[in-house]
């Protein structure tokens, strides 16, 4: 499943870097699939939506930091742990239920996120 960052986030954007798919954001920032991925064209989102890869979509926060679900992967195929988890002083980098997957899964979203 993905990563969720909770309303307990201190804002120290110590998530921000280390996340290998971009997909972490800081409150207020417009998000796209392409930001920091190699995908371009048309891409299927989670919800079975087409959009543009350099589509720009409101943020998810204004508050705080946060992950997108459609860029998330868990950190499968890069580190044996999400990276946002790992680095988060006051852990509120968690799993998110709303977004369950399975490994196999997310590694699928990996290859889509990163074609070779």
């Given at each position: 499943m993905a990563i969720k960052i909770t309303d307990?986030?201190?804002?120290?954007?110590?998530?921000?870097?280390?996340?290998?798919?971009?997909?972490?954001?800081?409150?207020?920032?417009?998000w796209a699939i392409a930001d920091g991925t190699t995908v371009k064209g048309s891409i299927t989102l989670m919800d079975g939506s087409q959009v543009d890869a350099n589509e720009r979509f409101a943020p998810i926060s204004v508050d705080t930091y946060y992950i997108v679900?459609?860029?998330?992967?868990?950190?499968?195929?890069?580190?044996?742990?999400?990276?946002?988890?790992?680095?988060?002083?006051?852990?509120?980098?968690?799993?998110?239920?709303?977004?369950?997957?399975?490994?196999d899964e997310l590694m699928a979203k990996k290859e889509k996120l990163h074609i070779m």
């Open positions: 307990e986030c201190i804002n120290c954007g110590a998530c921000e870097p280390e996340c290998p798919n971009n997909a972490i954001y800081e409150g207020g920032v417009e679900p459609n860029k998330c992967t868990e950190c499968q195929g890069f580190h044996e742990e999400p990276q946002c988890a790992a680095v988060c002083p006051v852990d509120c980098c968690v799993p998110d239920e709303m977004y369950q997957e399975t490994v």
